[in-house]
């Protein structure tokens, strides 16, 4: 009888630790990894807008809209199909369509927005691979369309809401109206050791390549890898175009990190930091001047708590190399910002 009563007080106990997560909205939080490095951090977080659009139900990659007045996102779904990105500014209204003109993608997980000399990029990822059966993998690089569509879009869509008539009409660029720009590189490459699942991607503009983080999902795995490409440019800031009918790249394994289930990456604008998006935290490793990030991401990263989300899967420095932006999978999701400031640790 006693063994009875106390299986019931333990199965009441559970029950009460159950109700209580319910309660708060299931932050069942696992703990960051151990380690000596900065510590966690608690930043203010706010909700900078809703995205309302029905077009948009899985938010897998996030990226600024560069050289532009006003703060504006793009995004595009996970999956495949078209490599289509969508533009939203803090009404949470769509400002643009782009549409880069290659072939339909298989598994489109993250985006990255970098500039060479006076040109923005924008890159998308087509590095899905769930079941480890894909023989190669994409990263395809597009120019941003000319600022003038952009602002032709924003104006009119901004006339609308209030109703009045645009004064500027630089190119019939109306609210939701899709724009078009040619894919100027497409680098097909495979990783050493057979197929990754990889759900994020990162720029290094001064390092000239491209990174790129493996997701390892099974608890208890191995870390997960970071893997590195040529980012196609010369120092001068011209292309440089792959070769007709050349082998895929093959991929350069950097490092290897103790974050579990990576599913975004965002480099700062001036190089000197990554940030690794987990489930429930992000990881922000910095890195010295002309450093290899071999070096800096053998050092424990500053642990950030971020945002509780539906499914986050997707991350971004802002503009000013501060400020943190977060979207999740899901139709009306929030859009997060989160004010950090800059990891610069000091130099030895």
């Keep these: 009888m006693q063994m009875l009563r106390s299986r019931r007080q333990s199965h009441g106990i ?10 708060i909205g299931c932050d069942a939080r696992s703990a960051p990894p151990a380690g000596k490095g ?10 900078w807008t809703n995205i309302d659009d029905d077009k948009l139900i899985e938010s897998s990659g996030i990226a600024p809209v560069m050289g532009t007045e006003r703060e504006l996102f793009w995004t595009h779904n996970d999956g495949a199909g078209k490599a289509r990105l969508f533009a939203y500014d803090q009404s949470g209204k769509r400002q643009a369509t782009l549409e880069i003109k290659t072939a339909n993608v298989v598994d489109a997980e993250d985006l990255a927005a970098f500039t060479i000399g006076k040109t923005h990029y924008l890159l998308l990822a087509d590095t899905g691979d769930n079941d480890l059966n894909r ?24 006339a609308n809401d209030s109703g009045k008539k ?21 680098i097909d490459f495979v990783y050493p050791g057979g ?8 720029v290094d503009v001064p390092g000239r390549q491209i990174l790129l983080a493996t997701k390892e999902r099974v608890k208890g795995a191995s870390p997960c ?33 103790q974050v579990p289930s990576i599913v975004g990456m965002t480099v700062r604008p001036d190089g000197q930091a990554m940030l690794l998006l987990g489930r429930t935290y992000a990881y922000e490793f910095a890195r010295q ?4 990030w071999s070096k800096s991401l053998a050092v424990p990263p500053r642990v950030l708590t971020i945002p509780l989300q539906k499914q986050g899967e997707s991350i971004c420095y802002g503009r000013d190399g501060k400020s943190l932006f977060f979207t999740s999978e899901g139709v009306n999701q929030p859009l997060w910002m989160m004010g950090a400031e800059s990891y610069n640790p000091k130099q030895d």
């Excluded at 559970?14 to 309660?23: D, E, K």
């Excluded at 597009?142 to 569509?149: G, M």
């Excluded at 009409?169 to 724009?179: D, H, P, S, T, Y």
């Excluded at 001047?289 to 290899?292: A, H, K, Y």
């Design 14 to 23: 559970r029950l009460t630790a159950l109700a209580a997560l319910l309660a």
């Design 135 to 158: 023989k190669t993998t994409r990263l395809i690089i597009a120019a941003q369309p000319q600022l003038s569509e952009l602002d032709s879009a924003v104006e009119e869509a901004a």
């Design 289 to 292: 001047p002309r450093e290899d």
């Design 195 to 202: 197929a990754r699942d990889v759900e994020a991607v990162g």
């Design 225 to 257: 890898s970071i893997f590195a490409l040529p980012l196609p440019f010369a120092a001068d800031g011209a292309l440089q175009p792959s070769a007709a009918n050349a082998a895929p790249a093959v991929a350069k394994r950097i490092a290897e990190v």
């Design 38 to 47: 900065p510590g966690t951090v608690s930043a203010v977080q706010q909700i």
């Design 166 to 186: 645009g004064k500027k009409k630089k190119k019939k660029a109306a609210f939701g109206e899709q724009l078009e720009t040619p894919a100027v590189a497409v």
